[in-house]
């Protein structure tokens, strides 16, 4: 539900800290992180600007459909569908892409409107409080249940962090052209104490019929 006017944003504290072995923790001194995972208000206001923006400038369907297709993108790991339509890949949606993603929300029903909604403070306090990182990964196969029954894991050099919980995945659809006759989608959710927002990280998916996946994920670059 959408209403009129906001409140401020309550600051929801991250779970990554920054301890020196041996000294004194020093504010300025910690790495910033890949993903960001500390909102103040002012920061959150931001994001849902970020987002809210280019969606008000868009004039037509075809504007809409390319700032959807860029939010994919900048948080997409694996590969670029315009160049490998089959390519494994994955959308990570964190607590910055999901602020973006209200604040189109929030310009698409001011449009309709034909008047200013903005986003309950709830909700927002909501997202700035999320505890896990959802993912939609995507992949083909020769079955179209072939990504029934997936697991997934997340793999950090020689750590391995399994998910709070795989979705159901979708039944696979028709491709065109040459390559794997199906392509599908599923759903996994990580929690942000569990890994590392700076470390090399693989995910690692196990399909039923034996074959394993794997998709490098470069964090330094998502938000």
Known sequence: MIVKGR?????VSGVATCVGVGLLMVVGLCPALAIDLNFSPEEAEKALAAGRTPMEKANSQEEVKQILQHASTVTRVGADPAKDSCGASAILRTKRYRLEAFGRQEAMESKKRKTEVRMPDEFIKKVVGM???EIE???CGDDEYFAERA???LQQGPKKITPIDI???DRGRK????GPAYRSRFTARFAYEKFDPN???VFVINLQDGKEVKIPADFSRVK
Do not use: D, F
């Open 199 to 201: 470390a090399a990280s």
């Open 7 to 11: 409140a401020s944003v309550v600051r």
């Open 151 to 153: 697991l997934i894991e």
């Open 137 to 139: 990964v995507q992949l």
């Open 175 to 178: 491709n065109e052209g040459s």
């Open 131 to 133: 505890s896990n990182m």
């Open 167 to 169: 979705a159901t995945a």
